[in-house]
């Protein structure tokens, strides 16, 4: 069986991926970042063109399933009760049914389900230990991790990819596949995480809303005095330009809901890197 690539077909299955981050807007950027570090992994362990873009597809969707998560418990500021985390733990499985029957489901069907996984088969929603996941959901599962660990949160700040590096060192072989690991530290000590880290996308820098932290993706053609609205609080803000980024003034609340808009640029990227018509899912997410 073979999974056939179409560019409207993809595109759909993006513009679904970007409402996750209508609900969670705090984590601007994250499924485009899980996404690039996921794609340099994977590039950097030496895996097939067709790898690489199972990976960098299933980064920019991981999460899908957040949208069933209330936001009580998506959001809370502190730790869930173990109620709340059972809710949690089902957004993996939940992502997979939302797709149904979606064409491109067999491709990212792995990075939805396996990327909380742990290697030392501590992580959910199955237990399954790092030998039975595929080195998709073993890639994706250090790249969502390493993006969770330097993004700040309404409760607290991110690490420095320092500090993050350190802590998938200390967890290799328990949390993260030795081998993805070592990848990872190959590419930190490179300096090629770094376009990525704080990041919303290629080229834009979040700004960092006073109220809410990082977490303000500027307009693309931003200029000093223009408007910006942060997703998380809503708040308007005037854009204050301060050498390569913008400092932001509190100028009033929006009436309107928050609605983003998928990231054309990311799609138009990997549609470009779309390897060729055809995908045989089985060899994509051999173990
Ligand atoms: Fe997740």
């Known amino acids: 069986m073979t999974v056939k690539l179409e ?24 499924a485009w970042r899980v996404s690039q570090y996921g794609r340099l992994l994977a590039e950097e362990m030496s895996l097939s063109r067709d790898d690489v873009f199972v990976v960098q597809l299933g980064g920019l969707v991981h999460d899908l ?16 009760s173990a109620q709340e985390f059972e809710l949690m733990h089902q957004h993996p499985e939940s992502g997979v049914n939302a797709l149904g029957g979606h064409p491109l489901l067999p491709l990212v069907r792995e990075a939805i389900l396996e990327h909380h996984e742990r290697y030392d088969g501590g992580g959910y929603p199955t237990q399954a230990p790092g030998s039975s996941l595929t080195v998709i959901g073993r890639i994706l599962g250090v790249a969502d991790a390493f993006d969770a660990m330097t993004s ?11 500090r ?14 030795p081998q993805v690991a070592e990848a990872l530290s190959l590419l930190h000590h490179k300096g090629e995480l770094d376009h990525v880290l704080g990041h919303a996308s290629e080229e834009q820098l979040l700004l960092n809303c006073p109220v809410c932290g990082p977490s303000v993706v ?17 708040g308007i803000f005037a854009m204050h330009r301060q050498g390569d980024t913008f400092q932001l003034e509190l100028q009033g609340m929006s009436p309107t ?28 997410t051999a173990r």
């Open 152 to 162: 700040t949160r309404a409760y607290r700040a991110g690490m420095t990819g320092e």
């Open 164 to 177: 993050a590096m350190q802590i998938v060192d200390e967890e290799r072989g328990a949390q993260f596949d």
């Open 257 to 284: 809901l928050y609605m983003p808009k998928p990231d054309h640029r990311a799609v138009q990227s990997l549609i470009a890197a779309m390897p060729s018509k055809r995908i045989k899912p089985r060899d994509v």
């Open 65 to 80: 399933g957040k949208v069933g998560v209330s936001d009580t418990v998506l959001n809370k500021d502190g730790p869930l």
């Open 218 to 234: 500027p307009p693309e053609d931003a200029h000093d005095g223009d408007t910006t609205v942060c997703p998380s609080c809503r």
């Open 7 to 30: 560019k409207e077909v993809l595109e759909s299955l993006l513009t679904m991926a970007t409402f996750v981050e209508a609900r969670d807007a705090y984590t601007g950027g994250h």
